[in-house]
Structures are given as structure tokens and as C-alpha cells.
């Protein structure tokens, strides 16, 4: 923790498919956030089977519930954008700045939420977060492996913010 008692944390962001045009948007928020981006990938998460897929790989602590299915589906539907993001407290900061998981709630309950102004319903919602540290280095290495290839380095260096 630093003086002021919050903790630097990283968290895997993704902007689902139903929110892929409002990717600026988004963008705007996570820098009005002091969050920064440390890693972006734009991909289509593949479908093999009706529960088969990078998706379900990803969801697979949801794979027992009965939206499952729909979820699988949904996030194979079009491009996704993951990001690393790092700052303060960056899980429950970037959780919050989603908003609730229903988007109808989130409109009731937290409208400049991203879900708020960009979620369509209870499962097509704009965005993901990771909810933990554990889940965070877990889906940042799905989707950024530590070990993947020798090319140039797909970490942004900052030098001022
Ligand atoms: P996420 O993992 O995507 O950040 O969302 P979350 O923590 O707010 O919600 P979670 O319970 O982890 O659910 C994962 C995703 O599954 C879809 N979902 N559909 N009743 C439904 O139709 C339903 N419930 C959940 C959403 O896309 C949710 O974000
Ligand atoms: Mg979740």
C-alpha cells in the first residue's frame, strides 16, 4: 500500500462484442479513471462447439449455470478487446466503473456506468472485469501468455502519464 493506503493492482478488462463501437468511449473513461492501459488485443474468441470455445475456456466458473450457453455465444459473436489495466485499486475501480451485471439495473442503480450507457441486457453488457487478484492473473495471461512468442513486446512503456 502507498501512503494514502491503496494498492496498485492490475486487472483484465475486455469491452464485449456488443460494445466494441463504443471502444473510445470506454477508452475515455478507463484514462478519466487514472487507470492506464498496459496491454491491448483486439480478437474474436473462437467457437468449435455449443459450449466448445475460447469463451467458455475463459467463463468455464460459469459453465454449471443456465445462462452459460448464451454467454458462450455471445462473447463468440463478433471482436472483443481485452486490456491489462493498472492503477489504484484497479479491480474494484474498474468493477465499479462497469456498474451492476444486469444493464437494466445498472440504468437504475449506477446510470454513468458503462453497462449503464452501453450494456443492451443481463447478459450482453458492454464489459468484463476481473473480480479478484487470482482471476485477474488468470485472464490476463489467457489472453496475454507470458510465454508467447520472442517478437517485439506487446507492453506499452510509459514514461510520463
Ligand atoms: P463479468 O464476469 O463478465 O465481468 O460479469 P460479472 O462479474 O458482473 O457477472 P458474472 O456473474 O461473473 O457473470 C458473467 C457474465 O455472464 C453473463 N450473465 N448472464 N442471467 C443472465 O442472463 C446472466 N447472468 C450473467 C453476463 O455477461 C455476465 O457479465
Ligand atoms: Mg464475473
Not at 17 to 35: C, K, M, W, Y
Not at 68 to 83: E, I, T
Not at 113 to 134: I, L, P
Not at 141 to 159: D, K, L, R, V
Amino acid at each position: 500500500a502507498n501512503k494514502l493506503g491503496s494498492k496498485k493492482e492490475r486487472t483484465l478488462a475486455m469491452v464485449k462484442p456488443d460494445a466494441l463501437s463504443r471502444l473510445g468511449d470506454i477508452l475515455e473513461t478507463i484514462h478519466a479513471a487514472n487507470l492506464i492501459v498496459i496491454k491491448a488485443k483486439m480478437t474474436t474468441l473462437t467457437l468449435y462447439g455449443q459450449t466448445e470455445s475460447e469463451a467458455s475456456d475463459f467463463y468455464m466458473e460459469h459453465q454449471s449455470k443456465p445462462f452459460f450457453s448464451n454467454l458462450v455465444q455471445f462473447m463468440s459473436s463478433g471482436p472483443v478487446v481485452a486490456m491489462e489495466l493498472m492503477g489504484d485499486e484497479a479491480i474494484g475501480a474498474w468493477r465499479r466503473l462497469l456498474g451492476p451485471t444486469d444493464s437494466a439495473t445498472a440504468r437504475q442503480e449506477a446510470q454513468g456506468s458503462v453497462r449503464a450507457r452501453f450494456g443492451t441486457d443481463g447478459t450482453q453488457n458492454a464489459g468484463h472485469g476481473s473480480d479478484s487478484v487470482a482471476s485477474a492473473a488468470r485472464e490476463v495471461e489467457f489472453f496475454f501468455p507470458s510465454t508467447a512468442g520472442h517478437g517485439p513486446s506487446n507492453t506499452a512503456q510509459y514514461t510520463e502519464c
